[in-house]
């Protein structure tokens, strides 16, 4: 397993109608209640991943990773265990965080949402786009070996269109380039724009729990339910595959180890880091369960089968 998806918040600043972040959105001062990962537990999650000889930790499962306050040290508890970070964010708060991410050089990518921006008013758009494209400017000189992605994750939205066409006009104008996309293709999402700055198309996609109701409840292997007990559910195999599990697995705000990046809402909770080792949940029934049939191609459990995602891998 090379990564590790820690959401070191919840919060976001921002309100996207495709993110599940925006039913609880960040305002300070607004009395919303959000979760701030603690630096004890983010050290309980670092040592976890040293333990369980993962290579890189990504800042984020839902949240954005900017807002917490610990974030430029988190950086540092990253390089000083020895891994690397990707870090994907909105872009929004930038310039405060900027010089961070350039003198930590455990950050090895950053993700730029910026189809985020094609439904801010038009004109915080584009000084969010322009502060972004002032930061890729910086460090195609500074940080020559960080790979940076603009995304724009909205390919076939409806109203995404002028906001897509605009966004590469500028990406054109500041790189001096010619970057043309075309006809959007499964097999061919990056364009290279200069260095290792590139532009990543994609599809938007449903977040799996948005189509199970539910709380953030955590649940245990030893719990017989449909929704925690793989070998006790009623619910049949669905043929697909997911590399979950076996390239990656994520940490919620409150330490649930949860088998997916995009289970925000600890629908597959194989233990918590506050009481296990890392490599220990891994190593628990339900997870040795879940592995085994993607490796058979099949979806065992109910969260998997309603996830629109996996259907990409085949």
């Not at 309100?15 to 983010?42: I, K, N, Q, W």
């Not at 909205?154 to 966004?167: L, P, R, S, Y």
């Not at 929704?227 to 979950?244: F, I, L």
């Not at 029934?285 to 191609?297: C, I, V």
Request: charged residues 20%; glycine residues 6%; neutral net charge.
């Amino acid at each position: 397993m090379k990564s590790v998806y820690i959401e070191i918040t919840d919060a976001c600043n921002l309100r996207c109608s495709f993110c599940p972040s925006s039913d609880c959105r960040y305002e300070a001062g607004s009395g919303v209640s959000h979760t701030f990962m603690p630096s004890a537990l983010f050290k309980k999650c670092i040592a976890g991943a040293v333990e369980a000889g993962i290579e890189n930790v990504y800042l984020h499962v839902l949240g954005e990773p900017t807002l917490h306050p610990g974030f430029a040290l988190f950086l540092r508890e990253v390089k000083a265990a020895g891994l690397t970070a990707t870090l994907t964010t909105n872009g929004t708060t930038i310039r405060r965080v900027a010089h961070h991410i350039l003198n930590c050089p455990a950050v090895r990518q950053v993700n730029f949402s910026t189809h985020a921006y094609a439904e801010l008013p038009p004109d915080d758009a584009r000084e969010h786009l322009g502060d972004v494209l002032d930061f890729c400017r910086i460090a195609l000189i500074a940080r020559p070996d960080m790979y940076i992605n603009l995304r724009l994750w909205n390919i076939g939205a409806a109203t995404a269109g002028d906001w897509n066409e605009f966004a590469i006009s500028r990406i054109n104008e500041t790189f001096n380039t010619q970057v043309a996309p075309g006809n959007f293709c499964s097999r061919h999402k990056s364009f290279p724009i200069a260095g290792r700055l590139y532009l990543h198309e994609d599809s938007r996609f449903e977040w799996p729990a948005r189509h199970i109701k539910s709380e953030r409840s955590e649940c245990h292997p030893e719990q017989s339910t449909d929704r925690c007990d793989v070998e006790g559910s009623t619910n049949k195999p669905v043929a697909g595959t997911c590399h979950t599990l076996d390239t990656h697995v994520a940490i919620l705000h409150d330490g649930r180890v949860v088998a997916c990046c995009l289970d925000y809402s600890g629908q597959i909770t194989l233990g918590n880091i506050v009481d296990q080792g890392l490599a220990e949940i891994l190593g628990s029934p339900l997870a040795r369960k879940l592995r085994e049939g993607f490796e058979k191609h099949e979806l065992r459990h109910p969260f998997c089968q309603k996830c629109t995602f996996c259907k990409r891998f085949k």
